[in-house]
């Protein structure tokens, strides 16, 4: 089983860019597949994106889409989400997330999780 560590989030304007990092640990981590969700004050976790296990194939919340980037590089164990013109309603914690049997836009199906790293997006 992996662990996983968020980071990269930060105060931004409207407008700019971020990238967050999510570092997994073990020898396993290629084996999975990772999602991306957030979470704002008083509103549930949603998803905003997920990458399969060889980054062949992604998924993105239409939200997000057009803005934001999921990669990974699995020699790194790195997975990262690029976020472009962002927007205000885009603050929230962010969270990395694993799950081994397929991917999945639902939080309900990771049972591994980063820390969560803060987006704020405000001018």
């Known amino acids: 089983q992996v662990q996983l560590a968020d980071s990269g989030g930060g105060l931004v304007h409207p407008g700019d860019s971020l990238r967050l990092s999510c570092a997994a640990s073990?020898?396993?981590?290629?084996?999975?597949?990772m999602g991306w969700f957030r979470q704002a004050p008083e509103k549930e976790r949603e998803f905003v994106a997920t990458?399969?296990?060889?980054?062949?194939?992604?998924d993105y919340a239409d939200s997000v889409k057009g803005r934001f980037t999921i990669y990974r590089e699995n020699a790194k164990n790195m997975v990262f989400l690029q976020m472009d013109s962002l927007k205000p309603e885009d603050t929230a914690v962010y969270f990395c997330?694993?799950?081994?049997?397929?991917?999945?836009?639902?939080?309900?199906?990771?049972?591994?999780w980063g820390q969560g790293t803060q987006v704020t997006v405000s001018s």
């Open positions: 997330a694993a799950r081994y049997f397929s991917p999945s836009n639902y939080s309900h199906d990771y049972r591994i």
């Open positions: 073990g020898s396993a981590f290629p084996s999975y597949h």
């Open positions: 990458i399969n296990w060889d980054g062949s194939v992604t």
